[in-house]
């Protein structure tokens, strides 16, 4: 149950990547040769291409979202007297790379405001816009809370001063249905280990027609269009969202998550999303018949399947979860004081109801 901590990787994913693990060290480049090594990330781009509706020339690979978002960052790098507008509830992945950028640049880095249940107000987000923003950087669901933004609204926001509009969905990707062309967004970055149920060391992105006219912060041997032509007095950049795939990957883990996202394709987005929000519902129900205090959003603008509470008396919460998982088999997580519980595909109601009975077990033992 905490899908927004690390996933149990998708059995197939998991398969995919041993086999490619084995394969390496049965025969090296003897069954991964040249070609193998050049098309190695077009399984992944296509299968993230259906997943986000947008074109496989829309989408590149990486070993992580952090590093996509760094070398957005510096292909970017906003100056000084421009500013960058982001929320003190995002992950820190999401803001540091623009905090380095703004050590160098000095750009102006603007945060909003949220309160005790870790709730940002958007209009305190977007207040923040003005005719020098150059950068919008978002997460489309916050990992505390679980709140999730309107995309639509934020890149409109941003477009009106000529901003870009960055978002971090590796808390939503994979539960949340995604069209990113009709989002706006420019860039769009998530991991594959949480909602997409991959594993560590793959990742996947997607530019938009501005986004992939930047020249990437980051470079290597793959950022030239034509990889084995190994020349160094020159870098002709591919046209496409694959400039910013630099570097050799993790192409066990690429091809597993790969595979992992053909399987939610299959199962289909819109019911992965109304399954998620039934367990959430279920969430809901079951902390607020304990009494427990409900933080994260439960309107349906803004909710996910990400459900954060807290004990009436403010028990240690880090204790509890700990007990959960010692004593019953159950893992949620600990964020910023609150109990997190995130359930995903592989779950159901029979787990939700086997969590609270636990949980009243431990308060009770706690109490008396």
């Known amino acids: ?54 074109e496989v020339s829309d989408v590149c690979c990486a070993s992580s979202a952090t590093g996509l978002m760094c070398s957005v960052a510096w292909a970017a790098m906003p100056s000084k007297g421009e500013n960058v507008v982001s929320s003190r509830a995002a992950f820190p992945s999401t803001v540091y790379p623009w905090t ?12 909003a405001p949220y309160d005790e249940n870790h709730y940002t107000d958007p209009e305190d987000i ?54 990113a062309p009709d989002s706006g967004a420019d860039v769009i970055v998530a991991s594959g280990y949480k909602w997409l149920r991959g594993t560590y060391g793959a990742a996947v992105g997607y530019l938009s027609p501005r986004a992939k006219k930047l020249i990437p912060g980051m470079v290597g041997f793959r950022s030239h269009e034509d990889i084995w032509d190994m020349r160094s007095d020159r870098m002709d950049l591919p046209e496409d969202a694959s400039r910013f795939e630099f570097t050799t990957l993790h192409f066990g883990a690429l091809q597993g998550l790969a595979m992992s996202i053909e399987e939610m394709l299959e199962i289909g987005q819109d019911e992965i999303w109304a399954h998620d929000m ?26 996910s399947a990400i459900v954060s509470f807290r004990t009436p008396r403010r028990e240690d919460s880090s204790q509890i979860v700990r007990r959960l998982q010692d004593e019953f088999g159950i893992l949620v997580t600990d964020r910023s004081g609150m109990i997190r519980v995130s359930p995903h595909i592989d779950n159901d109601t029979h787990q939700i109801e086997t969590l609270f009975q636990s949980l009243r077990i431990i308060l009770d033992k706690t109490s008396s």
């Not at 994913?13 to 060290?25: K, V, Y």
């Open 1 to 54: 149950l905490s899908y927004a901590n690390v996933a149990t990787t998708s059995s197939a994913a998991h398969r995919i990547a041993t086999e490619g693990a084995d394969s390496l060290a049965r025969g090296g480049a003897a069954e991964f040769d040249a070609d193998a090594e050049k098309h190695g990330m077009m399984p992944l781009r296509e299968a993230a291409s259906k997943l986000l509706s947008c």
């Open 100 to 111: 380095r950028v703004s050590q160098s640049t000095g750009v102006e880095i603007r945060l």
């Open 126 to 179: 977007l207040s923040l816009i003005d005719e020098n923003t150059a950068v919008v950087v978002i997460s489309h669901v916050e990992y505390a809370n679980g709140q999730r933004y309107d995309l639509r609204r934020f890149s409109e926001a941003a477009r009106s001063v000529g901003a870009m509009l960055m978002v971090d969905a590796t808390q939503s990707m994979g539960m949340v249905p995604i069209n």
């Open 278 to 303: 039934m367990l959430a519902d279920a969430v809901i129900e079951g902390a607020m018949s304990m009494g427990l205090e409900v933080v994260s959003p439960t309107d349906p603008e803004q909710r």
